[in-house]
């Protein structure tokens, strides 16, 4: 069982994918966290993210326990920056994908199914996952959001730097030639700008209940 949550940043795809996964006893794999680790690893080299080469050389090295997936230096503005122009080469798309694939048919722990959230799950990982939600927001709710959530982690940001941050991804991510953001056809499309996590929650439950006819355990 595969649920696929996508969207753009900080529309709460992470705290839905959670949440989903603890409800359903799912695993969850948050793939922008390998994108992130990609960037950061050619920025620590010294490298350019958007030179093809050097990018798709730090995804061939990046595995499951690379420690770098654990590092607090992966939430940064810089490192989202960093890892929306190592998405847009077309060989780290490729590098990762039999990673995501074999986490979503292979779920961890022998989990009975997997949450992928990121911006081309439901689309090119796993276009026959059972569920599909595609969570957005406007630019200047997601931003407050992320702006909260970095001061929240003691990572000093400015404002107005993230919004622009924000709208630059969100360009990038869209206009991309390889696996650009969009909802897949048979996504259902969830507009978070008025509604709370819980609110969210309740609706991805009602829809992933109306797709496969689970229902979270008590
Ligand atoms: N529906 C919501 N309403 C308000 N804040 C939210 C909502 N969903 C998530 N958040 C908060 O917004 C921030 C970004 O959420 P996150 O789940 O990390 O987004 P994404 O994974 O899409 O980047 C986090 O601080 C999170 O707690
Ligand atoms: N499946 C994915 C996940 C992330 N990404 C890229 O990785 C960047 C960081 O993703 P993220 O999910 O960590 O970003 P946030 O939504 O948390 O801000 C995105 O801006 C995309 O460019 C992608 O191309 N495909």
Redesign the pocket.
Known sequence: MVVAID????????????RIADAFGFAHL?T?VLYRAVGVSVLRAGGDPADNAAAARAAYELHPEHPILQEVALRTDEAAQAASKVAAVPEVRAALLDFQRRFASHPPGGAPGAVL?GRDIGTVVCPDAQAKLF?T?SVE??AE??L??LQ?RGIPAISSDVLEDMKARDARDSQRAVAPLRPAVDAFVLD?SA??????FSMAVAHIGSKTGLKPAA
């Open positions: 969207g753009p940043a900080a529309s709460g795809k992470g705290t839905l994918s959670q948050d922008g959230d969570v927001a709710v997601r959001r992320r909260r959530e929240r978070t509604l709370d996590a819980d609110q969210v």
